[in-house]
Nanobody, 115 residues
Framework: QVQLVESGGALVQPGGSLRLSCAAS????????MAWYRQAPGKERELVAS???????NYRGAVKGRFTISRDNAKNTAYLQMNSLKPEDTAVYYC?????????WGQGTQVTVSS
């Protein structure tokens, strides 16, 4: 059974940091590109960051220099380190795994940036 389980979401003050984790099971994690998406209330889901199976990374402009995506194939886990958080980063963050025509989603974790 394929599972992507996100964790690490929380309420944090502006300027704070969080690290999200995405624990994967049920598929060959090392083959898959991993990504983090987010969806704020009333907005469409958007790609935040991605990492290929070879370790190449990409970020949306609004998070460059603040967020870092990484993966640990030995632990079947992907991470999103988020620093200098802003209120506009508030959203549900989703983990995504993709390889050829297979794609999986996690259930999401809430990140709220507010004072």
């Amino acid at each position: 059974q394929v599972q992507l389980v996100e964790s690490g979401g929380a309420l944090v003050q502006p300027g704070g940091s969080l690290r999200l984790s995405c624990a994967a099971s049920g598929f060959t994690f090392s083959l898959y590109a991993m990504a983090w998406y987010r969806q704020a209330p009333g907005k469409e889901r958007e790609l935040v960051a991605s990492i290929t199976n070879g370790g190449n990374k990409n970020y949306r402009g609004a998070v460059k220099g603040r967020f870092t995506i990484s993966r640990d194939n030995a632990k079947n886990t992907a991470y999103l380190q988020m620093n200098s958080l802003k209120p506009e980063d508030t959203a549900v963050y989703y983990c995504n795994a993709r390889w050829t025509n297979s794609e999986y989603w996690g259930q999401g974790t809430q990140v709220t940036v507010s004072s």
